[in-house]
Nanobody
Framework: VQLQASGGGLVQAGESLRLSCAAS????????VGWFRQAPGKEREFVAG????????YYADSVKGRFTISRDNAKNTVFLQMNSLKPDDTAVYYC????????????????WGQGTQVTVSS
């Protein structure tokens, strides 16, 4: 599975962005997908995850109620809708895939996209 993240940019606090993770390769519908982010000087952290079927989702407490993860398996794409953005959301965002269930641990994912920069100004 190959992943390509896109949709990042520079926005002001309170605005929205939608990230996309386009996948290519075999049987993407078998993979759970997670979004992670990494700010300068900080460890990579889990943001949101979605099961292979799209039926289960999981969010970090810091983004609950503001971010929504979804997937369109017909288009091999996973989305992260980010609303009410805050300066603390500034980071490089990565999508990652793994077989079977969602995990919040980055090392559990074997496939990674290249990352897209999100910058939120105050």
């Amino acid at each position: 599975v190959q992943l390509q993240a896109s949709g990042g940019g520079l926005v002001q606090a309170g605005e929205s962005l939608r990230l996309s993770c386009a996948a290519s390769g075999y049987a993407f519908t078998r993979y759970a997908v997670g979004w992670f982010r990494q700010a300068p000087g900080k460890e990579r952290e889990f943001v949101a995850g979605i099961a292979s079927s799209g039926g289960d989702t999981y969010y970090a407490d810091s983004v609950k109620g503001r971010f929504t993860i979804s997937r369109d398996n017909a288009k091999n794409t996973v989305f992260l809708q980010m609303n009410s953005l805050k300066p603390d959301d500034t980071a490089v965002y990565y999508c990652a895939a793994r077989l079977r269930n969602i995990m919040a641990l980055a090392t559990a994912y074997g496939y990674w996209g290249q990352g897209t920069q999100v910058t939120v100004s105050s």
